[in-house]
């Protein structure tokens, strides 16, 4: 099982990034989500794509974030628009057959990316 994210960098704020999270060795996955962590902060859930199409989304992300899920690639996007300070972080990728609720619990989560970088400056 692999997951390898890409397309991290540094933008000003009020830019945009697209995150890719290419999988391999993994399917029929009913979660595959972004989880972000800010340095001495606790890693929290972005957005998560179903199976089923359905996605959800943490309320401070709502609106400028978009996942969607190319399933001919296997490949996880994270189209990330209007970006603020606040919003950088290293990004994972992650996926779950657990738990696929409104919620993201860490503790459900089977399988994490090593993470790509995202800086965000005034």
């Known amino acids: 099982v692999q997951l390898v994210e890409s397309g991290g960098g540094s933008v000003q704020a009020g830019g945009s990034l697209r995150l890719s999270c290419a999988a391999s060795?993994?399917?029929?996955?009913?979660?595959m989500d972004w989880f972000r962590q800010a340095p001495g902060k606790e890693r929290e859930g972005v957005a998560r794509?179903?199976?089923?199409?359905?996605?959800v989304y943490a309320s401070s992300v709502k609106g400028r974030f978009t996942v969607s899920k190319d399933d001919a690639k296997n490949t996880l996007y994270l189209q990330m628009n209007s970006l603020k300070p606040e919003d950088t972080a290293m990004y994972y990728c992650?996926?779950?057959?657990?738990?696929?609720?409104?919620?993201?619990?860490?503790?459900?989560?089977?399988?994490w990316g090593q993470g790509t970088q995202v800086t965000v400056s005034d």
């Open positions: 992650a996926t779950t057959n657990r738990w696929c609720d409104n919620y993201f619990f860490l503790s459900a989560i089977q399988f």
């Open positions: 060795g993994i399917t029929d996955r009913h979660c």
């Open positions: 794509f179903r199976s089923d199409g359905s996605t």
